[in-house]
């Protein structure tokens, strides 16, 4: 990776390279060059173009940090001494409302900057879509006839949302960010909140980053209706609370596939079994208030 970096022309000399974890979903990078410190992210395709476009509007913003250098594989930028909010020892609240700040400040600003944005670089959420990416070649025949057969029915319940008639009675569709890890979220040492990893961002109700927010950490259920206020205060805007908890069922279900998945690559990491196990159970928990009954059970597919 050493040698990787040292080639780009925004560097004269990298002198140290470390990898850097944290819940990022691709390979990033601290990098020491010119006597400088940098954040090195790999990203290619489709991600690559969302994200930069993205962070160029929200970094104009002082959203996130400015990116110095890309190409067809790289994003540099500005590397920030910060704990993420993940880690960082302060109460769940704080947690929460700072995250609800950046998200409601993320939806205003690009809507905003609508005439900046490519739409053909930000696709719309496709429920279906988007569990058939998660599928790996070792998810077992039942696991993946099970899950698609829950994507069906969530994608059901939550279809009206993005038809004509409905969008207006719930919510315009924002762009969203989609993965609202409080380990995605920066705070610097004078307590600046940054956003960061913008490259599953797309089209849907805001109900659907409220639901990752309250799913990816394993944010109580009883906080449901605060986060709610916290994001209506900020916005005006009002939440469609029926459909947030359908969106919560799709987060849960996604996001233990995508630990579940991990794990299984991962040289059977246990942390990433029991993170799965959380999302699953949630799900399943969760699933059983509802009238309309979900079945399978998703921690059945867990061994």
């Excluded at 696709?123 to 006839?145: M, R």
């Excluded at 987060?251 to 690559?265: A, R, V």
């Excluded at 999302?279 to 998703?298: C, G, H, N």
Aim: charge should be negative; charged fraction near 15%; aromatic fraction near 10%.
């Amino acid at each position: 990776m050493l040698k990787s970096l040292s080639a780009l022309p925004c560097f004269n000399q990298v002198t140290a390279v470390a990898a850097i974890s944290g819940g990022f979903s691709h390979a990033c990078f601290k990098v020491e060059a010119d006597n400088v410190c940098y954040f090195a992210k790999m990203i290619t395709g489709h991600q690559l173009e969302t994200e930069l476009m993205l962070a160029n509007i929200t970094a104009s913003n002082n959203l996130t940090p400015s990116i110095l250098y890309h190409d067809e594989q790289w994003l540099i930028s500005h590397y920030i001494e910060e704990e993420n909010l993940a880690v960082k020892k302060i109460p769940l609240i704080e947690k929460i409302t700072t995250s609800i700040k950046l998200m409601s400040t993320f939806h205003r600003l690009i809507a905003s900057s609508s005439c900046q944005i490519n739409a053909e670089k930000i696709s719309t959420l496709d429920i279906t879509d988007t569990i058939n990416v998660l599928f790996h070649h070792n998810n077992s025949p039942a696991l993946i006839t099970g899950v698609t057969k829950l994507g069906r029915e969530i994608a059901t319940l939550i279809a009206p949302s993005f038809s004509t008639e409905m969008r207006d009675k719930i919510n315009n569709l924002v762009c969203c960010h989609s993965d609202m890890n409080f380990s995605n979220i920066l705070s610097d040492k004078n307590n600046h909140a940054w956003l960061i990893d913008f490259e599953y961002a797309c089209f849907a109700p805001a109900e659907f980053d409220l639901a990752m927010l309250i799913a990816v950490n394993n944010i109580p259920k009883s906080l449901i209706g605060t986060i709610i206020n916290l994001y209506q205060q900020q916005t005006a805007k009002s939440i469609n609370e029926e459909l947030l908890h359908y969106f919560m069922l799709f987060c849960y279900l996604i996001n233990g596939l995508w630990y579940y998945n991990q794990y299984k690559i991962a040289i059977k990491d246990k942390k990433l079994l029991t993170l799965a196990k959380q999302q699953w159970q949630q799900f399943d928990e969760m699933s059983a208030k509802f009238t309309v009954m979900i079945k399978p059970k998703l921690t059945a597919f867990i061994d």
